[in-house]
């Protein structure tokens, strides 16, 4: 509660969490520079991602005209620039998961005595991890939004398929093996791919430091996640907030420590024991305009891992039907 209390009591820009120059500690600035590097391109990979308009038209005509080869060759020519850049997306979530892997060795190590503190003094680790969850959540929102992903890598492996029957060499074969192209195939297969990526690997990363007290991990997801909440719903402090995209970005953030808390803890994020304000915080989801936030209340209901689970209050149940 003390890290609550300072981070709302700071009369600067609303909490250091979120302030736009949070800068790192000598003893931060290793993790930090690894995680900046990745957190640079990723605007890039979002404005990408919102232009991706797929190659519909010039698929549809090849197929409904097998035996034009012209409009083959130029389904085909539309389908290979586009297969690179799911290909770039991809490895970005790598990236990522690598990132978040750091930042978490540095925010659950023994360094402090508890999560409160590691988040007082670590505040540019907290910044980009809460970046990640941030850009996490709006790429598969755009993602959700844009069936054309999944269509146009289909027709890639099966046109690329055909062609290898006939022994037709295949220029676009080099952007993606056969191997590269069933993890790329299972990542958007997924209807939220870069959550996946980051709950798989915060449950890996769980795993693998077993001599690392659990709450370490799930005290500061859920600390992260009450902050979120109480700024959102406390008039004063929202007050404070100098755009919507500031509350879109706290939302976020939000939604994503609740979906990795609930992947980690052993009986998730809706338990009874849970240390995250389940009603709370989707209450102050359903307090935005409806539009801004379905895709968030869509995250909760389909890509947490406990909600459905007997012991889940049934009014949490039902707050999110």
């Known amino acids: 509660k003390r890290f609550l209390v300072l981070l709302l009591s700071n009369q600067k820009d609303f909490n250091h969490l979120y302030t736009q120059n949070a800068q790192p500690t000598d003893a931060e600035r290793e ?18 991602l919102q232009a991706y308009k797929g190659a519909g038209q010039e698929i549809r005509e090849a197929i409904q005209n097998p035996s034009d080869e012209a409009l083959q060759e130029q389904a085909w020519a539309a389908v290979v620039p586009l297969v690179g850049k799911l290909k770039k997306f991809y490895q970005f979530s790598q990236r990522l ?17 508890d999560t409160t503190q590691h988040l007082e003094r670590e505040q540019a680790l907290a910044k980009q991890f809460a970046e990640i969850l941030h850009f996490t959540l709006r790429f598969d929102e755009l993602k959700m939004t844009n069936p054309a992903i999944q269509n146009d890598f289909s027709y890639y492996r099966r046109t690329l398929s ?19 192209a069933n993890r790329i195939s299972l990542f958007y297969a997924d209807a939220t791919p870069m ?9 890996k ?19 992260m996640a009450t902050v979120c909440k109480v700024m959102l719903e406390t008039p004063e402090y929202r007050s404070r907030f100098t755009s919507e995209e500031t509350v879109s970005f706290c939302l976020r953030v939000m939604v994503g420590v609740i979906i990795l808390y609930d992947y980690v803890h052993p009986v998730g994020a809706f338990a009874k024991s849970s240390k995250i304000d389940m009603k709370g915080c989707i209450k102050v989801l359903k307090d935005q305009p409806p539009n801004s936030v379905e895709g ?8 947490t891992k406990h909600l459905n689970d007997e012991s889940t209050n049934k009014t949490i149940k039902s707050m999110l039907q």
């Open 31 to 48: 993790v930090w520079d690894q995680v900046d590097v990745v957190l640079k391109d990723a605007k890039g990979i979002l404005d990408e």
């Open 97 to 113: 998961e690598a990132a978040l892997h750091s930042l978490l060795g540095a925010l659950t190590s023994e360094t402090y005595d």
């Open 162 to 180: 055909r062609m290898r029957i006939n022994n037709v060499p295949a220029e676009g074969e080099n952007e993606v093996n056969n191997e590269l």
């Open 195 to 203: 959550l996946k990526t980051l709950s798989d690997g915060t449950t």
């Open 205 to 223: 990363f769980v795993s693998e430091n077993k001599n690392l007290p659990i709450e370490n991990t799930t005290d500061c997801l859920s600390t």
């Open 296 to 303: 968030l209340l869509n995250a909760l209901r389909y890509t």
